[in-house]
């Protein structure tokens, strides 16, 4: 490989948040911090929730302070997500795993499919911070965002999102929602079926690496 490869990777952390630059030369890769910051949930519309637009604007601070790069990447701890309308826009600040909402959810989804069955088709922990019970959570509680709810992205998907407008759904970060199939990577139909959560929900899925802006 000839010349230099430059990529931005932020990386967000339950309490912080950080950019970090590194530049690959073709035979070592070198690396500095070039932006830290909070990353604090607030709490509105009595749920506690990521501060997103403070968040974008952390991120277009930790761009400029970059400069020039070829590649930009987020990673984020797993299960949260954003809400997209018709016209892709944010319907509300994404609730934070930390919230309360899915209190009673594991319970209940357990009625329609049992423990053992559903971690065999999906390989994940049954927690209830889990991407599939904070669902119920929104169907049950608060219908009519559901009732507006067109696309959902993981978290790293939307910041890309947020900044192209980009909707893709990266494999690895939808394998924490206890909807993906452990064994093909594509959504496991029979969950969603007994959940009935329509598959046109969510993105195109992609590997690491291939999706976002051009």
């Excluded at 709490?43 to 968040?55: C, I, M, N, Q």
């Excluded at 947020?162 to 759904?169: E, T």
């Excluded at 494999?171 to 959940?195: E, K, N, P």
């Amino acid at each position: 490989m000839s010349g230099k490869t430059t990529v931005l990777a932020f990386d967000f952390g339950a309490s912080s948040g950080r950019a970090v630059k590194a530049v690959y030369d073709g035979a070592a890769l070198s690396y500095e911090e070039v932006h830290r910051f909070e990353n604090c949930p607030r709490e509105k519309d009595g749920r506690l929730r990521w501060d997103f637009s403070a968040l974008m604007d952390e991120v277009r601070t930790g761009l400029g302070k970059a400069g020039a790069v070829d590649s930009i990447g987020f990673d984020t701890w797993g299960v949260d997500f954003g809400l997209l309308g018709k016209n892709g826009t944010l319907l509300e600040d994404p609730v934070h795993y930390r919230d309360g909402r899915t209190a009673g959810m594991v319970e209940q989804a357990l009625r329609t499919m049992d423990a053992r069955t559903l971690y065999g088709a999906t390989g994940n922990q049954i927690m209830a911070i889990n991407t599939l019970f904070q669902l119920l959570a929104v169907k049950e509680q608060a219908p009519e965002v559901w009732r507006r709810a067109k696309r959902l992205l993981f978290m790293p998907d939307l910041f890309i999102h947020a900044l192209c407008g980009a909707q893709v759904c990266e494999r690895t970060i939808a394998s924490t929602s206890q909807m993906q199939d452990a064994r093909t990577g594509a959504w496991d139909r029979d969950v969603l079926a007994a959940y009935r959560i329509p598959e046109r929900l969510f993105a195109p899925s992609v590997p690491s690496g291939t999706g976002g802006c051009a």
